[in-house]
């Protein structure tokens, strides 16, 4: 009786352990792309709201494109908790050395933004539309030896 106790008790501490590790992917791949947001370029915001998340089964989240100021994408935490993170585990074969979540940013610019493609930069309007490239050109501007021939 004891070990058959035991046993449950076993796969259900293991149940929550998996059910822990998923929800903790799904917190680092939002967490990700709220850097992400926040460190990349933002000057329409187009580019900050085009990024997503791709989970292990296919399921994603993914921003609207549209501009405006970085808005957070949270994934669907719910078919993840007990028996269905185990399951989605299994199913998967997630092991420690294979990628869970896929972040990646559909945007017609993202080669361009992310250096994988050669381009010339433009501003596609003459100022920020967003306060975080308003924050980005500031801190660039006041690091600049260009900023004194500019003061009046």
Do not use: C
Not at 103 to 122: H, K, P, Q, V
Not at 130 to 147: L, N
Request: aromatic fraction near 10%.
């Amino acid at each position: 009786m004891f070990f058959k106790d035991f046993g449950k008790m076993f796969d259900r501490i293991r149940s929550d352990v998996e059910s822990a590790a998923l929800a903790g992917a799904i917190n680092a791949a939002e967490r990700t792309v709220e850097e992400l947001q926040q460190e990349g370029p933002s000057w329409t915001g187009r580019f900050s709201n085009s990024w997503q998340i791709t989970g292990p089964q296919g399921q994603s989240i993914k921003g609207d494109g549209r501009p405006g100021e970085p808005r957070p994408l949270k994934f669907s935490v719910g078919p993840f908790s007990g028996p269905q993170a185990v399951s989605t585990l299994v199913r998967t074969k997630i092991t420690t050395d294979k990628v869970v979540f896929t972040i990646s940013n559909f945007s017609r610019w993202a080669g361009e933004a992310t250096d994988l493609r050669e381009s010339n930069f433009y501003r596609p309007t003459p100022e920020p539309q967003t306060q975080v490239g308003s924050k980005q050109v500031g801190a660039i501007w006041s690091k600049t030896s260009h900023r004194k021939a500019y003061e009046v």
